[in-house]
C-alpha cells in the first residue's frame, strides 16, 4: 500500500508534488505547534501543582497565595485562604490555558513570610517547596511530554 502511494506521488506533475510536499509540511508544523503548547500548558501546571501541594498549612493563607501569572509577575499579596489548594488550583488551570510559546509565566507566593517557609521554618516543610520542585523539574517536563505524546 505505501509503494503504491509513493508511486502515486511521484506520477504527480512537479506543481502538485510541490504543493502536496507543502501541505504535508504545513499540516505537520501545525501539530508541532500545537503539541508544544500542551506541553508548555501541562508542565506549568504540573509545576504549579506541586508547589501547592508541597505548601505547608497552618490557617491557608499561604497555600491560598500561589499565583499564576502570564506576562508579569503579581505584585501583591491575596486574602484567600485555601487550606487543600482546591481554589489555588483551579486559578491555575485556567490561567494556563491561556499560555503560550514565547511568553513568560510566573509561578509565585508574595506571603511576607513566604522565604522563611522555603528555608525551613515549618515542620510540614522543612525542605521547602520551590527548592524541591525545581529539582523535579526534569522529571516535571518528562511527565508533561508524556502526558502528549
Known amino acids: 500500500m505505501e509503494c503504491q502511494r509513493v508511486s502515486l506521488w511521484l506520477e504527480m506533475p512537479d ?5 502536496n510536499f507543502e501541505d504535508i509540511i504545513n499540516q505537520w508544523v501545525e501539530e ?11 508542565s506549568t501546571y504540573l509545576i504549579g501543582k506541586e ?4 505548601s505547608p498549612v497552618d490557617t491557608g493563607l499561604f497555600k491560598g497565595n500561589w499565583q499564576l501569572t502570564i506576562g508579569a509577575p503579581t ?5 484567600r485562604y485555601d487550606k487543600d489548594g482546591t481554589q ?16 513568560i509565566a510566573y509561578i509565585q ?8 517557609l522555603e528555608y ?5 516543610a522543612p525542605d521547602g ?3 524541591i520542585t525545581e529539582a523535579k523539574f526534569q522529571m516535571i517536563v518528562d511527565q508533561a511530554i508524556r502526558l502528549h505524546s
Open 15 to 19: 506543481e502538485e508534488r510541490i504543493m
Open 32 to 42: 508541532v505547534e500545537v503539541k508544544t503548547e500542551d506541553i508548555l500548558q501541562t
Open 120 to 124: 525551613g521554618s515549618s515542620n510540614q
Open 75 to 79: 505584585d501583591h499579596s491575596l486574602v
Open 51 to 54: 508547589v501547592v501541594t508541597l
Open 129 to 131: 517547596m520551590v527548592r
Open 88 to 103: 489555588v488550583l483551579s486559578d491555575m488551570s485556567r490561567v494556563v490555558r491561556t499560555f503560550t510559546p514565547g511568553q
Open 109 to 116: 507566593n508574595t506571603v511576607e513570610y513566604g522565604y522563611d
